[in-house]
């Protein structure tokens, strides 16, 4: 999740925060990384540069930034995170593979 600054001061994105979810180990998705600034520029970029989709939701990220750094997303961020990585599945490449058989 990622919130931008007014793009007329640095362009730079004020939040960011990574999650990650192993439906195993825990039962909601955790939060593995969080910055602000530069640091939350690179984590962007990182994201991007492994192919891991990247949702603007400035409400979203803020609320996440919240969240110490590997505990789970609260129960009343649930129904958020979830129609966020709903969207992202249903527009993966692998989910578009698997409509066009």
Known sequence: MADREDAGKTGERSVAVALAYDH?????????????????ERIIENARAHGVHVEENPVLAEALSAVELDDTIPRDL??????????????????KHHREQ
Do not use: D, M, N, T
């Open 24 to 40: 195993e180990a825990r039962a909601a998705p955790q939060v593995v990384a969080k910055g602000r600034g530069a640091v939350a």
């Open 78 to 95: 649930y129904r958020a995170v979830a129609e966020v990585i709903g969207f992202v599945l249903r527009h993966s490449p692998a989910a």
